[in-house]
C-alpha cells in the first residue's frame, strides 16, 4: 500500500495499491522533488471516469511502468472532486499545450508545482497515433535533466498565459438584453434537427444552453426558441441517456442520437437536469417533462442519499469490469423475464433486438409510441401502458440483484447545491413531501457537518470534513438555498443564503479588479489564482455567484450587492456577446438584472387553500425572473419592501403584490387578477 491508503477520497483509495508511490497533493511530495531534483508527475482523475480506470489497470498497476515513475518523478494522484481549483489550474495549462482536455490528465510540474508539459490519457505503448506512457516518461526525464533552458521557457511562458485568464476588461457598452437573443440566435446553426442537442457526437446534456434558450423565448416570443429545446428534452429522455428502467441520467451520449450513453450517473447533471426538465413542463405543462423530473428524484432519493443527510457524488460507468453491464440486456433475458407475450410488447416498444445495439446487448430506450404500439399489437392504450409499466417494473426489480456499479459516496457542497435546486424546482410543481424533506436534511447535514468556524468545508467522507469550499461551494449552495425557500417559504432558508453571500464576498471578490476567485483569502497559495467565468459541466461560479447577488438584492435592497453583480456582468459582456455557449449561465443573469424580475409577495395564512392554490398555479408557471415570498397577514410588509408599507389583505381574501422596477401593481385575490401581472 502506499500513501494514499490513508485519503478518505474513494478515488485515491482506488489507487492505494498500485506499485506507484503515489502521493496525495500536499509538502510532503513537493519537499522530496526539491531534495532530489525530480520533476513531478500529477495525475488527476475521478472515481467515476472510465478511461481513468483503464490508464490505472494499463499503466499504474504494471509494475515496469510503476518502476520508470519512482525512479524518475514524484509521483502525486488528485481526485479532481476534491481539489477541483488544482483541475482548473493545471486543466488550463494542458488546454493551452494541446488544445483539448479530459481525463485522466496527467501533468509534469517542476518542484515548484510549476507545469511544463502534459496531456490526458497515454496507453502503455504506442498505439494508434498515440505515444506510449513508458516514451512519453523517458521524454519528459530527458527534457527536464538536459534541456533546462526549454523546460524554464515553457515554464514561464504557461504560468504567464495562467496569470492572463483572471485579468477581464470591463465593458464600456451599455449593457443590453438583446444580447441573450443574440446568443441563443448564434448558437441556432449548431442545432441538430434531426436528433436535438448542439454539435456532434458526442453529445452532452448542456442545461445552462437549454436555459439560455427558454429565456430566449419568453423575451422574444420566437417558438423556435422553445421547440428546439423541448425537441432536445424529449429526445434525450427517450434515448439511452436516460435510464429508462431506473429514472436519471447518464453523463452523455457517445453517439449523435443519445442512444448510447458513458454510463457513469453524475448528481450535478442530475440536479440540473432536474431543474431544466421542471422549467420545459413550466413552459409546454407537458405531463412528460413532469414524469421525467419524478422518476430522476426517485432515482435520486433511492440511490445517492447519505443516511445522515447530503447526496452523494457519483455512480461509476463500470461493473464486475465492464462499462454498461448493470444496465443492458439482451433479447433472451427480457423475454425470459417478462414471457412471450409481454416480452414481445417491451422488446418491440424498448428496441430490444436478437443483434442488440450496444456491443451486442441492449440499451433499452423507446422507439413506439404508446398509440404506435397499441396499433401495431391490435390492443388499446391501457392495456399497452399497463403492460409497459409492469414490464418496466418487473426487470427494474430483477435489474437490482445485478452487481451494481461503485457509488463515490463523497458530499460535495457545490454539487449538493446544484442537486438542491434540483429538488426545489422538482417539489414546487410536485409538492412530493419526500423530495422537501430531502432537501431540508441536506440542509442541515451541511450546516451541522460540512461548515466550520463560519466557512464551507468542501468535501466529507467517512465522518470527516475537508478542505475549505470553493467559489462554487459557496455560490451553488446560495442558489439552491434561495430555491428552496421561493418553494418551501422557510425563512431561515434565506437567512442563510444572505449570510453565506456576505461570506463569499469576503473570502473571494478581487477587491482590485472585480469578480470573484475560485479560491478564498483562507486557502493555500497555488502557482495561480483563477477566476472562471466559462460554464463546464456546471456552470461557472461567477456567472451563479452574480445571479445569487442580484436574487438578493431583490429581498434585501442591500445596493452593495447589486454593484457588485453589475461589476461582474460588465467584466463579462464582451465575452458574453461572443461566446454565448459557454457564457449561457451568465448571459442568464444579465437576463435577470436587465428584464427586472418579478418581485411577487402573498399576504396569507400558512394554511389558506386558496392560497396555497394560488402558490401552485405560480409554481407551474415559467417565470425564470422573479423573488417570490409567502407572509402572514400580520407581517410588517414595509419592512420587505417599502413599496408596499400600508398594504393589507382585501377583504381577508389571500392577496398578491406584484412589483416591478420599483413600481407595484394594484394588489389582486385571484389568479385571473394575477396571472396578466407575470407575463408582464
Not at 423475464?337 to 450496444?358: P, W
Not at 467517512?462 to 425557500?485: C, E, R, S, V
Request: hydrophobic share 40%; aromatic share 12%.
Amino acid at each position: 500500500m502506499n500513501r494514499l491508503a490513508n485519503e478518505t477520497s474513494p478515488y485515491l483509495l482506488q489507487h492505494a495499491g498500485n506499485p506507484v508511490d503515489w502521493f496525495p497533493w500536499g509538502e510532503e511530495a513537493f519537499a522530496k522533488a526539491r531534495s532530489e531534483d525530480k520533476p513531478v508527475l500529477l495525475s488527476i482523475g475521478y472515481s467515476a471516469c472510465h478511461w481513468c480506470h483503464v490508464m490505472e489497470h494499463e499503466s499504474f498497476e504494471n509494475e515496469s511502468i510503476a518502476a520508470l515513475m519512482n525512479d524518475n518523478f514524484v509521483s502525486i494522484k488528485v481526485d479532481r472532486e476534491e481539489r477541483p481549483d488544482l483541475d482548473e489550474i493545471y486543466m488550463n495549462a494542458v488546454q493551452m499545450l494541446t488544445k483539448r482536455g479530459g481525463w485522466p490528465m496527467t501533468v509534469f510540474l517542476t518542484p515548484e508545482g510549476k507545469p511544463f508539459f502534459g496531456g490526458t490519457y497515454y496507453p502503455p505503448e504506442d498505439r494508434q497515433g498515440m505515444p506510449g506512457f513508458p516514451r512519453v516518461l523517458l521524454a519528459v526525464v530527458e527534457a527536464y535533466r538536459n534541456k533546462p533552458q526549454d523546460v524554464a521557457r515553457n515554464v514561464d511562458q504557461i504560468v504567464a498565459a495562467l496569470d492572463r485568464m483572471s485579468v477581464l476588461s470591463e465593458t464600456g457598452n451599455e449593457l443590453s438584453v438583446d444580447v441573450v437573443t443574440r446568443g441563443a440566435d448564434g448558437l441556432t446553426p449548431a442545432y441538430d434537427a434531426a436528433h436535438g442537442g448542439f454539435g456532434r457526437a458526442p453529445k452532452f446534456p448542456n442545461a445552462g444552453v437549454y436555459n439560455l434558450f427558454l429565456r430566449s423565448y419568453r423575451l422574444s416570443g420566437n417558438e423556435r426558441y422553445k421547440e428546439m429545446i423541448t425537441e432536445t428534452l424529449r429526445k434525450i429522455a427517450q434515448g439511452g441517456m436516460y435510464d429508462q428502467l431506473g429514472g436519471g441520467f447518464h453523463r452523455y451520449s457517445v453517439d449523435d442520437k443519445w442512444l448510447v450513453p458513458h454510463f457513469e450517473k453524475m448528481l450535478y447533471d442530475n440536479g440540473q437536469l432536474a431543474q431544466v426538465y421542471a422549467e420545459a413542463y413550466r413552459v409546454t405543462r407537458d405531463g412528460f417533462f413532469k414524469r421525467i423530473v419524478e422518476e430522476t428524484l426517485e432515482y435520486v432519493l433511492r440511490e445517492m442519499c447519505q443516511p445522515e443527510g447530503g447526496f452523494y457524488s457519483a455512480q461509476d460507468a463500470d461493473s464486475e469490469g465492464e462499462e454498461g453491464r448493470f444496465f443492458v440486456w439482451t433479447r433472451e433475458e427480457v423475454l425470459d423475464l417478462l414471457g412471450k407475450e409481454h416480452g414481445e410488447i417491451f422488446c418491440r416498444v424498448y428496441d430490444v433486438t436478437d443483434l442488440g445495439n450496444f456491443e451486442g446487448k441492449n440499451i433499452p430506450h423507446p422507439v413506439l409510441t404508446v398509440e404506435q404500439a397499441a396499433k401495431y399489437f391490435s390492443k388499446d392504450r391501457q392495456e399497452i401502458e399497463t403492460v409497459l409499466a409492469e414490464s418496466r417494473a418487473r426487470l427494474f426489480t430483477e435489474r437490482e440483484k445485478r452487481v451494481k456499479p461503485f457509488r463515490d459516496e463523497k458530499v460535495i457542497v457545490s454539487w449538493n447545491g446544484l442537486m438542491l435546486s434540483g429538488v426545489a424546482a422538482a417539489y414546487a410543481i410536485t409538492g412530493d413531501g419526500r423530495i422537501r424533506e430531502a432537501g431540508a436534511r441536506t440542509v442541515d447535514f451541511i450546516f451541522t457537518r460540512m461548515f466550520d468556524k463560519g466557512l464551507l468545508l468542501h468535501t466529507y467522507k467517512d465522518g470527516q470534513a475537508k478542505l475549505l469550499g470553493y467559489l462554487d461551494d459557496y455560490a451553488f449552495l446560495t442558489a439552491g438555498l434561495l430555491d428552496l425557500f421561493e418553494a418551501t417559504f422557510e425563512a431561515d432558508l434565506l437567512d442563510r443564503s444572505a449570510a453565506l453571500a456576505r461570506t463569499m464576498v469576503e473570502e473571494f471578490w478581487d477587491e482590485a479588479n472585480g469578480g470573484f476567485f475560485y479560491t478564498g483569502k483562507s486557502h493555500e497559495q497555488l502557482i495561480s489564482r483563477t477566476k472562471p467565468g466559462f460554464d463546464s459541466s456546471i456552470p461557472s461560479g461567477n456567472s451563479v455567484a452574480a445571479q445569487v447577488l442580484l436574487r438578493l438584492y431583490h429581498y434585501t435592497g442591500e445596493q452593495d450587492l447589486l454593484d457588485r453583480a453589475e461589476k461582474i456582468l460588465r467584466l463579462h459582456y464582451e465575452v458574453m456577446a461572443k461566446e454565448p455557449f459557454g457564457m449561457s449561465t451568465m448571459l442568464a443573469a444579465l437576463d435577470f438584472h436587465l428584464s427586472k424580475p418579478a418581485e411577487i409577495v402573498l399576504v396569507a395564512g400558512k394554511d389558506d387553500p386558496e392560497a396555497r392554490a394560488l402558490v401552485n398555479q405560480v409554481q407551474d408557471s415559467y417565470l425564470p425572473n422573479k423573488t417570490l415570498r409567502w407572509v402572514s397577514p400580520d407581517a410588517r410588509l414595509e419592512e420587505i419592501s417599502p413599496l408596499l408599507e400600508g398594504k393589507t389583505q382585501i377583504d381577508g381574501k389571500p392577496t398578491v403584490y406584484v412589483c416591478r422596477n420599483f413600481t407595484c401593481a394594484p394588489p389582486v385575490v385571484d389568479w385571473a387578477g394575477l396571472s396578466p401581472l407575470l407575463d408582464d
